[in-house]
């Protein structure tokens, strides 16, 4: 059923939050990847199929969760990413 995409997109996106909050940036990646399979795949579903009345207040408490988890995960992420690029930053190197 279409409403099990939400469910999976959701419960990925948890597990990509509780790998940010464990700086375990490798199923962050793992995670991430596996939503957007699952965005795919809705997507495709959504031509052929639509949901119950009943499910679609069910969806948008998905929604809602799911843009929490995105809001905590890039409050985890950015803070590692502006690391990361000052660390491999190139400085500029004066010539005498």
Same mark, same amino acid.
């Given at each position: 059923?279409?409403? +099990? ?11 990509? %939050?509780?790998?940010?909050?464990? $700086?375990? !940036? +490798? ?19 959504? %031509? ?7 499910? %679609?207040? $069910?969806?948008?408490? /998905?929604?809602?969760? /799911? ?5 905590? /995960? ?5 803070? !590692? ?7 491999? $930053? ?7």
């Amino acid at each position: 059923m279409l409403i +099990d995409y939400y469910k999976a997109i959701e419960d990925s996106s948890a597990r990509m %939050r509780d790998a940010a909050k464990a $700086e375990n !940036w +490798d199923e962050v990646a793992r995670f991430e990847g596996a939503c957007a399979v699952l965005i795919e795949q809705l997507r495709h579903k959504a %031509r052929s199929e639509d949901l119950l009345p009943e499910q %679609r207040s $069910e969806k948008i408490r /998905i929604m809602q969760r /799911i843009l929490q988890n995105d809001a905590q /995960i890039r409050d985890l992420v950015e803070p !590692w990413l502006t690391h990361f690029e000052q660390k491999f $930053e190139t400085k500029p190197q004066l010539l005498h």
